[in-house]
């Protein structure tokens, strides 16, 4: 069973910059596309970022050119930098991996951008 832990939330003013990582673990394959989403109060998930095992990626058009996705494939870790944040990127935000045909989410992180 494929366990991923989060870390890396928290309260930032606007402006500022939060990295999240989501470390998985408990598997013997290779971990397919990575991503992160979020959910935000009242509203559904939305893909954030994805990355693929070869690195190729993808961001939603509201983070463009604010937030970067990479992984360690070493570590079966993904990370997600975010900067110039603002409130309404405020979140629950939430990893998931695909390893082979399955599909496993994080517990999910609280992220909270003041203004």
């Known amino acids: 069973q494929v366990q991923l832990v989060e870390s890396g939330g928290g309260l930032v003013q606007a402006g500022g910059s939060l990295r999240l990582s989501c470390a998985a673990s408990?598997?013997?394959?290779?971990?397919?596309?990575m991503a992160w989403y979020r959910q935000a109060p009242g509203k559904q998930r939305e893909l954030v970022a994805r990355?693929?095992?070869?690195?190729?990626?993808n961001y939603a058009e509201s983070i463009k050119g604010r937030f970067t996705i990479s992984r360690d494939n070493a570590k079966n870790t993904v990370y997600l930098q975010m900067n110039s944040l603002k409130p309404e990127d405020t979140a629950v935000y939430y990893c998931?991996?695909?390893?082979?045909?399955?599909?496993?989410w994080g517990q999910g992180t609280q992220v909270t951008v003041s203004s």
């Open positions: 998931k991996v695909v390893v082979t045909a399955y599909l496993y």
């Open positions: 408990g598997t013997a394959f290779s971990i397919n596309t």
């Open positions: 990355i693929s095992s070869r690195g190729t990626t």
